[in-house]
């Protein structure tokens, strides 16, 4: 059974740090491309970044880029987001969730979407 | 930042069809990218409701069907039941990788 399981999630004021993690179970960790979702109290999806199967290519939402940083590291099945100067508006729950690259029926391959997701991981930023 | 549009609410009594549009434009679903569906029931992480436009994933009922034509994408929910009260939102792929709908929320009368 695939299996997302976030943590690291909690409070901190503004301008202060924190690092989720999110550990795999149930597939190959390594096969898969990875990324980081989160939903504000009330407000919908945001996609903040990717990770590719080896960590070689990485991408952020215009939102976070050159505050937060994604690793992932494939020995132990584990995602990373170190997230630095953080503001009030990053207080959301983040998700992880599974890029399976491409998934093809009857044939025809579709791409650039999540099949697993975890479960979340609530920040708050406050003083 | 979700540069898909989703009308906010749509509702239906038991049994009808809904449908829930999401609108793009040749950046993203007009360029010719995939649109997917996902389903959040309260509390509850997104679940993968449809993905390719119009394919369900293994235990998604057939009740729910996709379908995509130029810049837009419509979910349609046929023979509508009560645990179907949830937030849907689309995703497709554009200039800024991974691009979600507004999400919106269907409501069981």
């Known amino acids: 059974e695939v299996q997302l399981v976030e943590s690291g999630g909690g409070l901190v004021q503004p301008g202060g740090s924190l690092r989720l993690s999110c550990i795999a179970s149930g597939f190959t960790f390594s096969s898969y491309e990875m990324n980081w979702v989160r939903q504000a109290p009330g407000k919908g999806l945001e996609w903040l970044s990717y990770?590719?199967?080896?960590?070689?290519?990485?991408d952020y939402a215009d939102s976070v880029k050159g505050r937060f940083t994604i690793s992932r590291d494939n020995a132990n099945n584990s995602l990373y987001l170190q997230m630095n100067s953080l503001r009030a508006e990053d207080a959301a729950l983040y998700y992880c969730a599974r890029d399976p690259r491409q998934y093809c029926t009857h044939g025809l391959c579709y791409r650039g979407f999540f099949d697993y997701w975890g479960q979340g991981t609530l920040v708050t930023v406050s003083s | 930042q979700s540069v898909l549009t989703q009308p906010p609410s749509v509702s239906g009594a038991p049994g009808q069809r809904v449908t829930i549009s999401c609108t793009g434009s040749s950046s993203n679903i007009g360029a010719g990218y995939d649109v997917h569906w996902y389903q959040q029931l309260p509390g509850t992480a997104p679940k993968l409701l449809i993905l390719?436009?119009?394919n369900r994933p293994s235990g998604v009922p057939d009740r729910f069907s996709g379908s995509k034509s130029g810049t837009s994408a419509s979910l349609a929910i046929t023979g509508l039941q009560a645990e179907d009260e949830a937030d849907y939102y689309c995703?497709?792929?554009?200039?800024?990788?991974?691009?979600f709908g507004t999400g919106t929320m269907v409501t069981v009368l």
């Open positions: 390719g436009n119009n």
């Open positions: 995703q497709s792929y554009g200039s800024s990788r991974y691009v």
């Open positions: 990770i590719s199967s080896t960590g070689s290519a990485i």
